[in-house]
Structures are given as structure tokens and as C-alpha cells.
């Protein structure tokens, strides 16, 4: 899949401003679970994703690492369907919207509003639902390999 030309610099920044502006919206500390079963749909409604960059981060960081940069966008009353990051770890920054997570580390659902980051873990598997009358729309940022 071939990106669109984007500044790389650009994305990375406003990824980082982002991060740095705003806590990390986490579960609350008495509803934190190790691991739990999540149940949720087998494949996404409403949605569509748009990659924006890959960027070789190898040179700052070290071994064969990238940042896949995407924005996914939600229709009113669709769903991301439930899956598990694996070796994809990363963030999910709320543009603009309003959505439910569940999550496998997480006893409660939690309630997504524009400006909340929500980190996405080795270890997670998680669903998102727009509950909003407007597309959700997420900037996403993975560390994938990086391609040579």
C-alpha cells in the first residue's frame, strides 16, 4: 500500500504534540484488569482508513523500526471490529467524534471524546463503536518493522 505524500516531519510532530498536550486516556485504576475476554463484532462497519506515512524511524531508534501514521474514520453507528495488536503497538488520537472502547485490559467500556489518546498495547484487543452523530475519526500511529 503506497502512501500519500505527506510531510513525515509533519505527522511526526503533530503525533508528538499531541502525546505531550494531553494525558493519556487510560482506565481508571480500579477498573485495570490484566486480561480479560472481550467479546465484539467479527468485522468493521462505517469504516475507512486512509494511510498517510510510513517513516524509518530506524535512524533515532535502535533496530528496524517504522511508524505507519493512518487516519480511520468511523460512520455514526459503525464499528471497528475486535482485534489484537500482536507486534503492532501504538496510539489512536481522537480528531474529532465521540466513540465506546472496550478493551481486554479494561473492566469498564470507556467513553472516547476528540483530544483523547488511547494507547494500544502488545497485550491488547479492543473494539471501538461511534456512539456520536458525527464520523469518528482517529489519527492512528503503529511501530511496524520498517521496510528496507
Not at 498495547?121 to 492512528?140: A, C, F, Q, R
Request: net charge negative; aromatic share 4%.
Amino acid at each position: 500500500m503506497k502512501a500519500e505524500r505527506f510531510s513525515s516531519a509533519a505527522i511526526v510532530a503533530a503525533t508528538a504534540l499531541a502525546l505531550s498536550t494531553k494525558a493519556l486516556s487510560a482506565c481508571p485504576e480500579e477498573h485495570i484488569v490484566e486480561a480479560r475476554d472481550v467479546q465484539g463484532p467479527e468485522e468493521s462497519v462505517g469504516v475507512s482508513i486512509r494511510e498517510l506515512a510510513l517513516v524509518n524511524i530506524s535512524p533515532v531508534l535502535a533496530g528496524d523500526v517504522a511508524k505507519r501514521f493512518f487516519e480511520l474514520t468511523v460512520a455514526p453507528g459503525g464499528h471497528v471490529l475486535l482485534h489484537g495488536h500482536g507486534d503492532v503497538q501504538g496510539y489512536a488520537y481522537v480528531l474529532s467524534g465521540e466513540a465506546t472502547e472496550r478493551r481486554s485490559d479494561c473492566a469498564v467500556a470507556l467513553e472516547r471524546r476528540a483530544g483523547d489518546v488511547a494507547t494500544e498495547p502488545k497485550t491488547l484487543s479492543h473494539w471501538w463503536e461511534n456512539t456520536g452523530p458525527d464520523p469518528l475519526i482517529l489519527l492512528v500511529s503503529h511501530a511496524v518493522p520498517a521496510q528496507n
